[in-house]
């Protein structure tokens, strides 16, 4: 049982039991599995990211590893979970995470996922380790085809398959040139895999394509002329199922890539089959056609009542085909064709009975007729006088007309017809009266009207006016034609005031639809509007310009109601989008007024919360007026990061100590796109410090690696009492002796080993007896004897060792060297060769490990290598000493008085060591006011502070400091402001290390700065 089984189940326990109280043991289990549920859910999230990457074999190895993850979350998934997590709230304990079960499930999948590939993925291992690409590639396949979302297989395959496509390019060029139509198809069918990645030339594909259809083109070049061989020469004798085979197999061939060669005819043939089986096809239409209008006919034959037009119709619809009919359906056209006849004579017979019918009837009413019309003719031509003066409105006439008929024959005037013409002509005089007042009122409305320009009443009325003016002046020809000039009028007015009205309805949708193009091109609605309130004032100036639209609308006409129904629904799209910019805006100030204040409150922080507060900004408002300089400034986020790398830390001198070596080398070794700023700085301190340690092993190593030179002794002797001192080398004092003279007295004698020249040439070892026969006692020579080995060495050895017992205690070897070469310049007492030769020693290992603080020194060492030291030194009168000795004092003479480089050297390094103890660190940041002009924030900061800025010049090699305000001052330097961007950090070195007048204080003149180079990390403006 697993820790986590046996936790689960202790809780399961529990659980069973009535009460739990909060004892140390219940706890232990909850915060145990607070924590087992924890890392499960950290490694389900590990899984997650590793399946969302593509990486499911890391994914289903990290879910295996013990204890297995789905394993772990069916056992947190337990009955009681839900319970023990109400227990553990009301208890105040940890509380168990719940693993989210849709991740479990996806992790459940890619787990079957992966044990269903395993077989496969075994062998793709032993390809692998065996070294066999071959296996690999297709093994991959299978991999592709089975788990194609996984683009790790893509990755694997394609390097193989690049590396082995010149094989397969070889093999198909040779294929080619052997025609081997095996391989070829073989290597073809490798090459167009469609799982393939890599992809051969497309060139070489065809010509192995062509050369494959080759062959196949014989073939079907043969099949096709087999077909035309047997096909007849009639294609008419064949059946429809053989002419059907026939252009099938035709399709076939003609379909095929491989035809590429055609036989003699085969075209012609091809479109006699195709035109033989177009005209089979239109018979068998007819046929049909034929059948149907056949069918139709019986059809209506078969109908009651007989259509005698219909019938006739369909059977010249039959006729039309030309095809002959059955006997039984001519017999039955016929039979119908004679009924309808019989019933046709039958109608006839009818309607001549009864028109002789009629035509006595007439003839009897025409009597009655005449002798009514005889009585009543005078009566009738008398009312229709009455009527047509009554149609005509003769007033006077038929006014006069009655009173003489009621005169001459009172009861025809007092008849019911007479009577109503009188009526009707009473009628009519009150109707002309009336008539007259109507034209009356309504002419002098229209005139009213006519007068005040149109606009007394609206179209409609003016309409109805009119209208009931035009019926008021029927019959009255002047009026008629004085209505028809009005009403003239009034459409010329209309005419010119739709055209009016279209003309500004087209300026108002012309300048709607400029304003909803520009809306839609960037550029242009960036130039038109200066912000969201200019452009919302434009969308409600077209709002209100469409509103006002309505009146022209309807004096132009309905025609442009749908386009500005169209305009209408733009606009409105428009308004809402403003709308949502404008809420989106609003969200966005407010997310932005958060950043700026979580900005402002990290400006004098760690510069890692900074920038990361100025990339929460960008994110937030990428379309803000600074977003582009801050974005700039983070551009450079690991260099500035890199500018205060060095906080806290203090140089005393060079070289450093090992903790600071250590910050420096890590310096040094920054990943950023151009490097620390600090970079060269801690590179040259570093040099410094290797050039330290090295320069004191090699100066300790010219006492042990030259022996012949360093451990030379000397005396000096000459014979008794005459001549001039002269010196004996040897290679250590020699031993001393007494022996008696001869005159009795006891003289002091030395032996031992010396230098000599037997012949005037380089001195070798021998001893004291070949070189003074008589002895070299005190009694033949005076002898200044130093039989200490220390006090004995020669002046050139006794300056090294004592130089070399002093170097522990030397801070700075560089500056010692200095000094011991301006030393060995005046030490004239010290052989001219062994003097030169230590001088040549001491240059060449200064060269060596500090040539970036002595630029000269390659100069001076190519003089002092010019001296040949490798001579026999010891002998003074040998020629090759004497050159060497002329050599060196030229040399000597030639070289600068060291003295005045020393003190450069040790003020350059100072320079340096302050250079890297600034303890740069972040103070505030350069941010845009109200009026987009850069002010230091915060505002409060020391007004003599010492201010930096990091230069982010685009296109510049590499990042420089530049100082903002220097110490004391109280305004910005406007060159370097000009060119900080907005959001780029403020930084101030430690109080006491500003640059401000440092150089004066340090002492470096300017012959100093001259031959220095100024210090990467030093502001340019401030050396």
Same mark, same amino acid.
């Given at each position: 049982?697993?820790?986590?089984?046996?936790?689960?189940?202790?809780?399961?326990?529990?659980?069973?039991?009535?009460?739990?109280?909060?004892?140390?043991?219940?706890?232990?289990?909850?915060?145990?599995?607070?924590?087992?549920?924890?890392?499960?859910?950290?490694?389900?999230?590990?899984?997650?990211?590793?399946?969302?990457?593509?990486?499911?074999?890391?994914?289903?190895?990290?879910?295996?590893?013990?204890?297995?993850? !789905?394993?772990?979350?069916?056992?947190?998934?337990?009955?009681?979970?839900?319970?023990?997590?109400?227990?553990?709230?009301?208890?105040?304990?940890?509380?168990?995470?719940?693993?989210?079960?849709?991740?479990?499930?996806?992790?459940?999948?890619?787990?079957?996922?992966?044990?269903?590939?395993?077989?496969?993925?075994?062998?793709?291992?032993?390809?692998?380790?065996?070294?066999?690409?071959?296996?690999?590639?297709?093994?991959?396949?299978?991999?592709?085809?089975?788990?194609?979302?996984?683009?790790?297989?893509?990755?694997?395959?394609?390097?193989?398959?690049?590396?082995?496509?010149?094989?397969?390019?070889?093999?198909?060029?040779?294929?080619?040139?052997?025609?081997?139509?095996?391989?070829?198809?073989?290597?073809?069918?490798?090459?167009?895999?469609?799982?393939? $990645?890599?992809?051969?030339?497309?060139? !070489?594909?065809?010509?192995?394509?062509?050369?494959?259809?080759?062959?196949?083109?014989?073939?079907?070049?043969?099949?096709?002329?087999?077909?035309? +061989?047997?096909?007849?020469?009639?294609?008419?004798?064949?059946?429809?199922?053989?002419?059907?085979?026939?252009?099938?197999?035709?399709?076939?061939?003609?379909?095929?890539?491989? &035809?590429?060669?055609?036989?003699?005819?085969?075209?012609?043939?091809?479109?006699?089959?195709?035109?033989?089986?177009?005209?089979?096809?239109?018979?068998?239409?007819?046929?049909?056609? &034929?059948?149907?209008?056949?069918?139709?006919?019986?059809?209506? *034959?078969?109908?009651?009542?007989?259509?005698?037009?219909?019938?006739?119709?369909?059977?010249?619809?039959?006729?039309?085909?030309?095809?002959?009919?059955?006997?039984?359906?001519?017999?039955?056209?016929?039979?119908? *064709?004679?009924?309808?006849?019989?019933?046709?004579?039958?109608?006839?017979?009818?309607?001549?009975?009864?028109?002789?019918?009629?035509? =006595? =009837?007439?003839?009897?009413?025409?009597?009655?007729?005449?002798?009514?019309?005889?009585?009543?003719?005078?009566?009738?031509?008398?009312?229709?006088?009455?009527?047509?003066?009554?149609?005509?409105?003769?007033?006077?006439?038929?006014?006069?007309? =009655?009173?003489?008929?009621?005169?001459?024959?009172?009861?025809?005037?007092?008849?019911?017809?007479?009577?109503?013409?009188?009526?009707?002509?009473?009628?009519?005089?009150?109707?002309?009266?009336?008539?007259?007042?109507?034209?009356?009122?309504?002419?002098?409305?229209?005139?009213?009207?006519?007068?005040?320009?149109?606009?007394?009443?609206?179209?409609?009325? $003016?309409?109805? *006016?009119?209208?009931?003016?035009?019926?008021?002046?029927?019959?009255?020809?002047?009026?008629?034609?004085?209505?028809?000039?009005?009403?003239?009028?009034?459409?010329?007015?209309?005419?010119?005031?739709?055209?009016?009205?279209?003309?500004?309805?087209?300026?108002?949708?012309?300048? $709607?639809?400029?304003?909803?193009?520009?809306?839609?091109?960037?550029?242009?609605?960036?130039?038109?509007?200066?912000?969201?309130?200019?452009?919302?004032? @434009?969308?409600?100036?077209?709002?209100?310009?469409?509103?006002?639209?309505?009146?022209?609308?309807?004096?132009?006409?309905?025609?442009?109601?749908?386009?500005?129904?169209? =305009?209408?629904?733009?606009?409105? $799209?428009?308004?809402?989008?403003?709308?949502?910019?404008?809420?989106?805006?609003?969200?966005?100030?407010?997310?932005?007024?958060?950043?700026?204040?979580?900005?402002?409150?990290?400006?004098?922080?760690?510069? %890692?919360?900074?920038?990361?507060?100025?990339?929460?900004?960008?994110?937030?408002?990428?379309?803000?007026?600074?977003?582009?300089?801050?974005?700039?400034?983070?551009?450079?986020?690991?260099?500035?990061?890199?500018?205060?790398?060095?906080?806290?830390?203090?140089?005393?001198?060079?070289?450093?100590?090992?903790?600071?070596?250590?910050?420096?080398?890590?310096?040094?070794?920054?990943?950023?796109?151009?490097?620390?700023?600090?970079?060269?700085?801690?590179?040259?301190?570093?040099?410094?410090?290797?050039?330290?340690?090295?320069?004191?092993?090699?100066?300790?190593?010219? *006492?042990?690696?030259? /022996?012949?030179?360093?451990?030379?002794?000397?005396? @000096?002797?000459?014979?008794?009492?005459?001549?001039?001192?002269?010196?004996?080398?040897?290679?250590?004092?020699?031993?001393?002796?007494?022996?008696?003279?001869?005159?009795?007295? %006891?003289?002091?004698?030395? &032996?031992?080993?010396?230098?000599?020249?037997?012949?005037?040439?380089?001195?070798?070892?021998?001893?004291?007896?070949?070189?003074? /026969?008589?002895?070299?006692?005190?009694?033949?020579?005076?002898?200044?004897?130093?039989? +200490?080995?220390?006090?004995?060495?020669?002046?050139?050895?006794?300056?090294?060792?004592?130089?070399?017992?002093?170097?522990?205690?030397?801070?700075?070897?560089?500056?010692?060297?200095?000094?011991?070469?301006?030393?060995?310049?005046?030490?004239?007492?010290?052989?001219?060769?062994?003097?030169?030769?230590?001088?040549?020693?001491? !240059?060449?290992?200064?060269?060596?490990?500090?040539?970036?603080?002595?630029?000269?020194?390659?100069?001076?060492?190519?003089?002092?290598?010019?001296?040949?030291?490798?001579?026999?030194?010891?002998?003074?009168?040998?020629?090759?000493?004497?050159?060497?000795?002329?050599?060196?004092?030229?040399?000597?003479?030639?070289?600068?008085?060291?003295?005045?480089?020393?003190?450069?050297?040790?003020?350059?390094?100072?320079?340096?060591?302050?250079?890297?103890?600034?303890?740069?660190?972040?103070?505030?940041?350069?941010?845009?006011?109200?009026?987009?002009?850069?002010?230091?924030?915060?505002?409060?900061?020391?007004?003599?502070?010492?201010?930096?800025?990091?230069?982010?010049?685009?296109?510049?090699?590499?990042?420089?400091?530049?100082?903002?305000?220097?110490?004391?001052?109280?305004?910005?330097?406007?060159?370097?402001?000009?060119?900080?961007?907005?959001?780029?950090?403020?930084?101030?070195?430690?109080?006491?290390?500003?640059?401000?007048?440092?150089?004066?204080?340090?002492?470096?003149?300017?012959?100093?700065?001259?031959?220095?180079?100024?210090?990467?990390?030093? /502001?340019?403006?401030?050396?």
């Amino acid at each position: 049982m697993t820790s986590e089984q046996h936790v689960i189940q202790q809780i399961e326990q529990l659980l069973k039991g009535n009460q739990i109280e909060r004892t140390s043991q219940v706890l232990g289990l909850a915060e145990e599995l607070a924590e087992i549920s924890r890392t499960a859910l950290e490694r389900l999230t590990r899984c997650m990211d590793y399946l969302d990457r593509g990486m499911r074999s890391e994914a289903v190895h990290e879910a295996q590893t013990p204890t297995e993850l !789905l394993t772990l979350a069916r056992l947190l998934n337990f009955g009681g979970a839900r319970k023990w997590g109400n227990v553990c709230a009301d208890m105040q304990m940890p509380t168990p995470v719940t693993l989210p079960e849709e991740q479990v499930s996806r992790l459940a999948e890619a787990c079957a996922k992966e044990e269903e590939l395993e077989p496969l993925l075994k062998e793709y291992r032993r390809h692998v380790y065996q070294g066999n690409h071959e296996d690999c590639i297709r093994v991959l396949r299978e991999l592709m085809a089975k788990d194609p979302d996984n683009p790790v297989w893509r990755q694997n395959i394609q390097p193989l398959e690049e590396k082995q496509m010149g094989v397969w390019l070889e093999m198909a060029q040779d294929a080619l040139m052997r025609n081997d139509k095996a391989e070829l198809k073989r290597v073809y069918a490798e090459l167009t895999n469609p799982l393939r $990645i890599a992809k051969p030339p497309e060139h !070489l594909i065809r010509r192995m394509r062509d050369a494959l259809l080759e062959e196949q083109a014989d073939d079907l070049l043969a099949s096709a002329e087999e077909l035309l +061989q047997r096909l007849p020469q009639r294609l008419s004798d064949l059946s429809d199922d053989e002419l059907t085979m026939v252009d099938g197999q035709m399709e076939r061939i003609a379909a095929d890539k491989a &035809f590429l060669r055609q036989p003699d005819h085969w075209a012609m043939r091809r479109a006699e089959v195709r035109d033989e089986m177009g005209l089979r096809s239109m018979r068998r239409r007819k046929h049909e056609q &034929f059948d149907e209008a056949v069918n139709a006919l019986q059809e209506t *034959l078969s109908q009651e009542p007989l259509d005698e037009l219909a019938i006739t119709k369909k059977w010249e619809a039959v006729e039309s085909y030309g095809f002959p009919v059955s006997d039984v359906l001519a017999r039955q056209l016929e039979k119908r *064709l004679a009924e309808i006849a019989t019933l046709r004579r039958r109608r006839l017979l009818q309607k001549t009975l009864t028109a002789l019918a009629l035509v =006595l =009837l007439v003839a009897l009413l025409s009597v009655g007729t005449w002798l009514l019309k005889a009585k009543h003719m005078k009566e009738k031509d008398m009312l229709a006088v009455m009527h047509e003066m009554l149609t005509e409105k003769k007033t006077a006439e038929l006014e006069s007309y =009655l009173e003489t008929l009621a005169r001459q024959n009172p009861r025809f005037a007092a008849s019911p017809d007479v009577e109503g013409i009188r009526r009707e002509f009473k009628e009519m005089k009150v109707a002309a009266e009336k008539l007259q007042e109507s034209r009356n009122r309504l002419w002098s409305r229209l005139e009213r009207i006519r007068k005040d320009g149109y606009q007394g009443a609206t179209e409609g009325d $003016i309409e109805v *006016l009119l209208s009931q003016m035009t019926d008021a002046a029927s019959g009255d020809g002047t009026l008629e034609q004085a209505v028809e000039r009005w009403r003239d009028g009034w459409q010329t007015h209309l005419r010119k005031g739709k055209e009016s009205a279209a003309e500004l309805l087209q300026n108002a949708v012309s300048e $709607i639809r400029n304003a909803l193009s520009a809306r839609e091109d960037d550029d242009k609605r960036r130039r038109l509007y200066r912000n969201l309130d200019d452009e919302w004032k @434009r969308m409600t100036e077209c709002r209100t310009l469409l509103l006002s639209t309505a009146e022209q609308l309807k004096a132009a006409g309905q025609t442009t109601a749908p386009e500005l129904k169209e =305009l209408d629904e733009a606009l409105t $799209i428009w308004k809402n989008d403003l709308e949502t910019q404008r809420q989106r805006n609003k969200e966005t100030e407010a997310a932005r007024a958060a950043a700026v204040k979580e900005l402002q409150a990290v400006l004098s922080e760690d510069m %890692e919360r900074y920038l990361a507060a100025l990339q929460k900004f960008v994110d937030v408002d990428p379309e803000a007026p600074t977003a582009t300089d801050y974005r700039r400034v983070l551009e450079h986020r690991d260099e500035l990061l890199q500018a205060v790398a060095l906080q806290h830390v203090v140089i005393n001198g060079l070289p450093p100590d090992e903790a600071t070596r250590t910050r420096l080398a890590s310096i040094c070794e920054s990943t950023t796109s151009k490097g620390s700023i600090w970079a060269k700085d801690a590179m040259r301190a570093l040099a410094i410090a290797e050039g330290e340690a090295k320069s004191r092993e090699k100066l300790m190593q010219l *006492l042990v690696e030259n /022996p012949d030179m360093m451990s030379v002794c000397s005396w @000096r002797y000459r014979p008794k009492g005459e001549g001039e001192w002269q010196t004996l080398y040897m290679p250590k004092p020699l031993r001393e002796g007494k022996t008696l003279g001869k005159d009795g007295t %006891e003289y002091a004698f030395y &032996f031992g080993t010396v230098y000599y020249s037997l012949d005037g040439g380089a001195p070798v070892q021998a001893h004291t007896s070949k070189v003074f /026969p008589e002895r070299f006692s005190l009694e033949f020579y005076d002898i200044e004897a130093k039989l +200490q080995p220390q006090a004995a060495l020669c002046e050139h050895s006794r300056f090294l060792y004592d130089a070399i017992a002093k170097l522990p205690g030397v801070p700075d070897v560089s500056d010692y060297m200095v000094q011991m070469i301006a030393q060995l310049q005046k030490a004239d007492e010290m052989a001219w060769v062994p003097r030169a030769w230590l001088v040549k020693r001491i !240059l060449n290992i200064l060269e060596e490990c500090f040539r970036h603080e002595f630029p000269e020194c390659g100069r001076w060492t190519e003089i002092i290598n010019a001296v040949d030291t490798n001579v026999p030194w010891m002998n003074h009168r040998d020629s090759a000493t004497l050159g060497a000795v002329a050599a060196a004092q030229e040399a000597f003479a030639q070289l600068p008085d060291m003295n005045a480089y020393g003190g450069r050297v040790r003020l350059c390094n100072k320079v340096l060591a302050e250079t890297l103890s600034r303890s740069l660190h972040g103070v505030g940041a350069l941010l845009a006011n109200e009026k987009g002009e850069l002010t230091l924030y915060p505002d409060n900061l020391p007004s003599g502070m010492e201010l930096w800025v990091m230069s982010t010049v685009q296109g510049q090699a590499e990042p420089v400091f530049k100082i903002l305000r220097f110490k004391g001052d109280r305004t910005l330097q406007t060159t370097v402001l000009r060119e900080c961007p907005a959001g780029l950090p403020v930084l101030a070195p430690e109080t006491g290390r500003e640059a401000t007048g440092q150089i004066d204080r340090m002492g470096l003149r300017e012959h100093h700065r001259a031959a220095l180079n100024r210090p990467s990390s030093w /502001p340019v403006n401030g050396w």
